[in-house]
């Protein structure tokens, strides 16, 4: 079964390799990864999708959650939320058939971003859906390549807000817990 699993963590160096590291020694494939900056510059956003049955990821789960860098855990299985993936699809079409591909993207509601001669670039924003329905529909025209961000999630609502205040001073706590030098740089409690 498909999961998306957000955790909210420490912003330093090594984190993103002891997450995929975890995973990995479970014998997880991850679908998909992606870490950004949250709107606290102490905190990433770690976004995983994995496929796993319910079990076997609660006990993942559970041990992302006791990963030091880690703040907060979240499976959004089973609750309401939001989720993203972008594409940026290069298409090898020339002038006889651009009408055609420009047609497709439109009804995707995606943009033309760049045109050349014999090629073009399609930018799709959407669900995993979404995007694999229009790579199948511009397969026939030649693409030339594809680069995809991965799967970006956030719960509907105001429990966003709610979760992410409280999560906030925990990188503060777990710091000085650690004694980590690097712990300087927080802003002062």
């Known amino acids: 079964m498909r999961h998306v699993i957000s955790a909210l963590v420490i912003n330093e160096p090594?984190?993103?390799a002891n997450v995929?590291?975890?995973?990995?020694?479970?014998?997880?494939n991850i679908d998909s990864l992606v870490v950004g900056r949250t709107e606290n510059p102490e905190l990433s956003r770690m976004t995983v999708v994995v496929d796993a049955d319910d079990n076997t990821l609660e006990q993942v789960r559970k041990?992302?959650?006791?990963l030091?860098?880690?703040?907060?855990?979240?499976?959004f299985g089973g609750s309401a939320y939001i989720e993203r993936d972008l594409a940026l699809i290069s298409v090898g079409v020339g002038p006889e058939k651009?009408?055609?591909?420009?047609?497709?993207?439109?009804?995707?509601?995606?943009?033309?971003?760049?045109?050349?001669?014999?090629?073009?670039?399609?930018?799709?924003?959407g669900t995993e859906q979404k995007i694999e329905a229009l790579?199948?529909?511009?397969?026939?025209?030649?693409?030339?390549?594809?680069?995809r961000?991965?799967?970006?999630?956030?719960?509907?609502?105001?429990?966003?807000?709610?979760?992410?205040?409280?999560?906030a001073e925990k990188p503060r706590q777990r710091k000085r817990s650690l004694g980590a030098a690097s712990?300087?740089?927080?802003p002062p409690s």
Not at 149 to 167: K, L
């Open 183 to 186: 712990g300087a740089a927080l």
């Open 63 to 66: 041990q992302l959650a006791k």
């Open 68 to 75: 030091v860098p880690v703040v907060k855990v979240r499976d």
């Open 149 to 167: 961000t991965g799967v970006i999630a956030m719960a509907r609502g105001t429990q966003t807000a709610r979760d992410e205040s409280a999560a």
């Open 20 to 28: 995929a590291g975890m995973f990995a020694a479970r014998g997880f």
């Open 14 to 16: 090594g984190v993103l």
């Open 135 to 147: 790579i199948e529909l511009l397969t026939p025209y030649g693409i030339k390549e594809l680069a």
């Open 98 to 125: 651009r009408g055609e591909v420009i047609e497709i993207v439109n009804l995707f509601r995606g943009k033309i971003v760049d045109v050349a001669k014999n090629s073009l670039i399609v930018e799709l924003a």
